[in-house]
């Protein structure tokens, strides 16, 4: 107790207390505005109506938010991209990715070697380009794999 007058001299002074209480006649009628409490919550629950538009509301609001983000995307390309070179670049791809995919999929090796061998195409191939190629369009375990076949 001295070594707190000594530490703090003013907090030493205060009163201990508890400076916290009840109002006065706080819990006499506290039933009675419990119930009042209870009853307009029951009454305020009762009169709200399901409508449904408080249904629709996320729908429409994530609806909202695509169109809004495809706009923002959308405009900028349409007006800094001329349509002449899109059409250009779709026109120069015969096959897309999946197409020429697919069709080497279902070729066996005899079958790509005769196309590599048939000299009705004008591009001859090197060992290089071919590598490039496979190297560009499968992954090390792709190759593993029909190696093993």
Known sequence: ????KNIAPNLSKM???NPFGTPKHYFDDFSARMQMQIEAEK?????KEF????????????????AIIF???YIPIKTFIPQDQVIETTASTNFSDRQMHSILEELDETS???????????ETFSDDDL???????FNAY???EYTEE
């Open 1 to 4: 107790m001295e070594e707190l």
């Open 15 to 17: 009163k201990k207390e």
């Open 43 to 47: 009454h305020v629950a009762n009169n």
């Open 51 to 66: 409508k449904i538009i408080n249904l629709l509301k996320p729908a429409l609001g994530l609806a909202a938010s695509f």
């Open 71 to 73: 706009m923002l995307v």
């Open 112 to 122: 790509f070697f005769a196309l590599l061998e048939n000299d009705d195409n004008d």
């Open 131 to 137: 590598l490039a190629y496979v190297s560009s369009n």
């Open 142 to 144: 792709e190759i593993f």
